[in-house]
Each structure stands twice: as C-alpha cells, then as structure tokens.
C-alpha cells in the first residue's frame, strides 16, 4: 500500500522536450515508473525518452490512458499547463516548476474547487513510492520501501531525513514533497489524511517551515484526526522577520505570524514530538514505531 | 520587490488616484526649490525601503524655507535602519480632518486576494490590526471576476467609511484592486488616505510591492528596482542569482534547497554559532556557480569560517566538488576555513575530488555544522 502513486500509476509528463523534462522523464523511467506520454504542444509525433510525444494532455490521456501527470514548464506557461491537466480529469497533476507568480496560483486554486483532479504542488520535488513510481525529481536510490509515510514542503529537507530513516533501516511507505509556494494544492492535512487512511502507513514524517499557518492548522488536525503517530520537524527557527527564506511562502510577517515557535508549541501540543535536528527526527521515529 | 513611494504614486497617480503635487529632490538646493514651487506647506520624506519612517525621523513637515532647508539636511544623507537616504520626496501638506486605510493583498490560507478598509488609519494600523481587528473591513476576492462593484461599497461601507466620501473610497479602492491585478502586486495600499475638510480623498502616501515571480511580465516596474538601495552583498547576490540573506552572525552557510539551507542555519544556531547569512544555491548548480557561491560569503567580512552542505538529487556532488575545489585554488591562502558535506547524487565521487588540504570534509550535516562553528570561534578570539 502507499498514497497517490504505485506500480499502475500511468503517467504523462508535460514538457518532455525540455531539458528538465527530458532527463528527469529518464530518471523517472529509469527507476521503474510508468512514463506512458509526453505533452508539449507543437511537438506532437516524436518520440523522447522513448514515450510518444502528443501536442496535448488531452490526446495523451485519450490514446495512453494516462491518468497522472508531472509538470515540468517553465514559470511563464507553467500556470497554463495546470490547467490544461485540470481540464482532462487526471487523478492527478505534479507542478514542479518554480515562480509561478502567485496570482496566477490563485486562479489555479479557484479552478481546483470545481475538478476532482488533485494538484500537487508548485515549486515541489514531487512524490515517490519506493520501488514502484517517483513522479518528479527525487533521488530514488536514497528511497527505501517500509512503514514511514514523509510529508514536507522542502525537498532538500525530505532528502536529509528520509537518508536518516533509510540508514537506520527504517523504510518510506510513500514521500511527498507539498512545495515551498504561498498557494499549493495538496497540503499537509490532505497528505495526512491520505497517510491515515492507509494501513501500511504506522508513522508519519511531518516537516515544514516558517510562513503561513498550515503547520498549526495541520496539527489541530492531528490532535483531532489521527491514530497514526507524526514526527514533526520546524526549519527556519533562526529566519529574521520579514525576509524571504528562498522559498516564496517561508517568510515571517512583520507582524509576527509564521514563526517557527508557534508551530512547534502547535505541534507539541498536538502530542507531536519536533526534532531539534534532522537526526532527532530519525530518532523520534523509532520510538513511534 | 518594492517601489519607492515616489514611484507607487506616479503609478497611483497614472491611474486615476488623487495623490498630492510632488517633487523628487536629491540635494538640499532641490528640495528648497521644490518646496518653494508647491508652496508652503510641505512634507519632506525620505525615499527608501524601511517601514516607519516617519518615527524614525525620516520624514518631516517644513512650514518655510528654513525649516524646508533644515528638513533635507537633516534627512538627506541620514542612516535609516542601515539604509542611507540619497532622496526624498517633498510634497504639499495636505490638511486634513481624517486618515483612513485601504489595501489589496493576497491571503494565502484561503488562496484568494483580499482587499481591506479602516476608518482608522495612520500610523499605527498595525496595532489596529493586533488589537482591534474589527476595525478593519475585509472581503474576499474570486481571482476569476475580480472586485465587483458591490464588494468595493460593502467593504466600504463595513468599515463605517462617512457617507460623504464613501463613493470616492469604493472607486479608489477599485481603482487599487485593478492595479494589484494588471501589476501584479503582492501588497498595494494607502496608508493614509487622507480626508480634507471639504470632503476630498487623497493618497498620502503608497505602498506597492510586486511579486518577484511576475516579474517577467511586468518589464516597466521591473526597471524600477532601484539597486542601491539594497544591502552590498543582496545587490551581489541578485547578481549571481542566489536567494541571499544577510545575518549578522560569523558562521558562513551554503546550500541547496531552502528548506535544507533554513536547517543549516538552525543547527549552527543549535551548535552554538551564529549564523552570517542565508545561501541556496539552488538545484542542479554547476562548479562555476559553486565558485560564486564562495566568492559572495568571502565578500561578507564578518564571516569567520564556511559550512558548506550539499544534499544532491539534481545536484550533483562530483561538480560541486570541482567548483569548491577550483574557486579555492585561486587563493595563496584560503581566507576563512570551509568545512563541506556532501551527500546524495555522486556524493562518494565529490569527496573524493575534494582536496583535503583546502577543505576540511564532513560525513554528517551535524558533524559539519559542529566544525564549522568551533573553527568560527577559533578565529574570532584572534
């Protein structure tokens, strides 16, 4: 079992013929996932990392069955892409581009409310289902199978604790990277809510950041939702108010929402142990399984 | 980004938005001449990216020519929260019996623009908003229509706005919401929007920030980014490239990925060390950017040693290793130590290339962040 993706996962992956999206379609291929297509308008006929190419997601979905896609266009044409995959009803659609202007997003979000298509991401490193599919751009070898489900608005990050699990022995049920942008599809309370639901899952990895509200909202969920045990981690406990931490959502506001403290103190009083490090992380882990 | 107010309000102003007769002024002569063609009296504000100037001593009120004289000399040239004022707007003073707010953002747990109205407004709209939160009137936005007109006068009228002025403010604020759209700002307000005794509307001052993602599009602000007024090294970094933050700690940090990049910094703080800035380099970087990435935390003067923490996915670590190892070649002798971790992507391949004599490697990111905080503070007690 895992959340989103497996072995049958058929995807198709928008702008193939790019370069991004033409290695990372081969990495994805490469480790065993399902690339039935690709989608790039004009470049419909060839043939690229051994997919067909179609000049639509709609003809993609129409002669391969796709049902999930990966998107990776640049900023300008990116929010244009999203709403091309919302408009086929794919089960699911994995933004990774980065700076997309957040007015943009908002409309992607009103167009959300309206499909049953799920929209992971933007700005995200994408999800991945040890041994059976990765959509995105994740190092699959640091990946192992197991029980650990890993929601995170960092890649990076998710690459450091996920190692730390691995190198215990302790392996990923699925891990998925939501992303670092002010308006994002799936959430953490979507993630976990997936991750409870499955009964493979017996813990959850839980990191965020500085900015917004979603880690406090995500733990009154927890402490109001979930049996499955979470693993917090906070970044960005050292960020000045009012300076953006690289990502476009990790910033604290001058007026004092978003700081790293009050998620940990919404956290910990959800019964959610937080990590002063990534290795306390792994170790919080073990004591939950 | 930000604009100045200056050029807030000649894109205010372009609009349709009542703004007061102005004239940018960047030597004391000018802001005389200036004063002296609106007539008297004037406000001379400093131009510069820094929320409160006014309490700060940034902007002043000139009844005459002395005062306007001493006004500019006192303001222009002045350090303003680390920011050195080289202009200032001087400006009619505008008499007025009341200051309201108006302002368009974005909410981003609900993902939809929001705009706001205050019959207080003024300086202290921020303590309005701690402490009273009702007194600002807000609604939600559908991104797909836009603000319709009933939304501009309900906002309004919520906000207890007086009856004599509220079609002005509902059309100003439209006017506001139409701009956050086709401008693609992140925050664009009035604060004041002053009310004279005759029942006129004007925007005292102008507050509009514009999303760096959107840029792209917006070529005419984009050329409005004034570059000196940021921090040296911010101006370098943008440069390059980077996300940059500057800190005021001695611990320099490089890394990949801002969530990663934000952890390093918390460890270092963690470990004792205070971290100098903030430094992603970002994903798939090449040994040359590798090499600037150095380059920019040696131009910081306060740094006292260098954690470098590579986790790879598209990143790889044979390249990062190049790019370490030839931008320290360059030195006859390295000029802060640079403690490295790499890990991920061609990682054993990095480490390898590295040379042990310019850098000292790390397995662990803690065992990396411990280092680099020790040689941190071997250096400062020399």
């Known amino acids: 079992m895992s959340i989103l993706v497996d072995d049958d996962t058929r995807v198709v992956v928008q702008g193939i013929t790019g370069g991004e999206g033409k290695f990372h379609a081969e990495q994805m291929i490469d480790y065993g996932t399902n690339v039935v297509a690709g989608a790039v308008p004009g470049k419909g006929g060839q043939e690229v990392a051994g997919v067909p190419v179609y000049d639509t997601v709609h003809d993609a979905v129409d002669e391969e069955d796709a049902d999930a896609s990966v998107i990776f266009v640049p900023p300008a044409f990116a929010a244009d892409a999203i709403f091309e995959a919302l408009d086929t009803d794919l089960d699911l659609a994995v933004a990774i581009t980065e700076g997309i202007p957040t007015q943009d997003m908002a409309k992607v979000n009103k167009r959300l409310q309206e499909t049953d298509t799920r929209l992971q991401g933007p700005n995200c490193p994408g999800i991945i289902t040890p041994g059976e599919a990765k959509l995105g751009i994740l190092p699959g070898n640091i990946f192992s199978e197991g029980k650990v489900g890993l929601v995170s608005r960092s890649g990076t990050l998710t690459y450091q604790v996920v190692d730390s699990l691995t190198q215990r022995g302790i392996g990923q049920t699925t891990a998925i990277g939501i992303g670092g942008d002010p308006i994002i599809g799936t959430d953490f309370i979507d993630a976990l809510e997936l991750f409870e639901a499955d009964e493979e899952t017996e813990a959850v990895v839980m990191c965020g950041e500085i900015g917004g509200e979603d880690e406090e909202e995500a733990a009154e969920y927890i402490a109001q939702n979930m049996d499955t045990p979470v693993a917090g981690f906070i970044a960005g406990r050292t960020a000045p108010p009012g300076k953006r931490m690289g990502h476009a959502g990790a910033i604290v506001s001058g007026s004092g929402t978003g700081t790293a403290e009050s998620k940990i103190n919404a956290l910990n009083e959800a019964g959610v142990p937080v990590g002063d490090t990534p290795e306390e992380v792994a170790d919080d882990i073990e004591d939950l399984l | ?382």
């Open chain 2, 1 to 382: 980004m930000k604009l100045h107010e200056y050029q807030a309000k000649q894109v205010f102003a372009e609009a349709g938005i009542p703004t007061p007769g102005s004239t940018l002024a960047t030597s004391v002569d000018e802001v005389v001449e200036a004063a002296s063609d609106l007539g008297y009296p004037v406000a001379v504000k400093a131009q510069v990216h820094v929320g409160g100037r006014g309490k700060a001593g940034g902007i002043k009120l000139a009844e005459n020519e002395t005062e306007a004289r001493e006004a500019a000399e006192s303001i222009l040239g002045m350090d303003l929260k680390g920011y050195t004022v080289d202009k200032v707007l001087v400006e009619e003073a505008v008499d007025f019996t009341n200051e309201l707010y108006v302002g368009v953002t974005m909410d981003r747990g609900e993902g939809k623009p929001v705009v706001m109205v205050s019959e207080k407004g003024g300086v202290n709209i921020e303590e309005v908003a701690e402490e009273d939160p009702e007194a600002i009137a807000r609604e939600h936005v559908d991104p797909a229509f836009g603000l319709h007109p009933f939304q501009a006068r309900k906002v309004v009228y919520d906000a207890g706005i007086p009856r004599e002025v509220a079609g002005d403010v509902a059309s100003i604020l439209t006017t506001l919401y139409e701009l956050y759209e086709d401008r693609d700002g992140s925050d664009v307000e009035v604060n004041p929007l002053m009310v004279t005794s005759d029942d006129e509307v004007i925007a005292a001052d102008a507050v509009m920030n514009i999303d760096e993602d959107a840029l792209f599009r917006q070529p005419e602000l984009a050329e409005m980014e004034d570059e000196a007024a940021e921090d040296e090294l911010e101006a370098k970094a943008n440069e390059y490239g980077f996300d940059y933050v500057r800190l005021d700690g001695n611990v320099g940090i490089i890394g990949n990925g801002a969530g990663l990049v934000m952890t390093t910094l918390d460890l270092v703080d963690y470990y004792g060390g205070k971290p100098a800035n903030f430094l992603d380099i970002g994903g798939g970087a090449k040994a040359e950017r590798v090499a600037n990435a150095l380059d920019m935390v040696f131009s910081d003067e306060n740094v006292d040693s260098v954690v470098f923490n590579i986790f790879g996915g598209i990143t790889r670590g044979d390249e990062v290793a190049k790019g370490i190892n030839s931008a320290l070649e360059q030195f006859d002798e390295i000029p802060k130590r640079v403690v490295v971790r790499l890990a991920g992507t061609n990682a054993e391949e990095g480490r390898e290339i590295l040379n042990d004599e310019l850098v000292t490697v790390e397995e662990t990111l803690e065992g990396a962040v411990q280092r680099a905080v020790e040689y941190a503070d071997t250096e400062a007690e020399q």
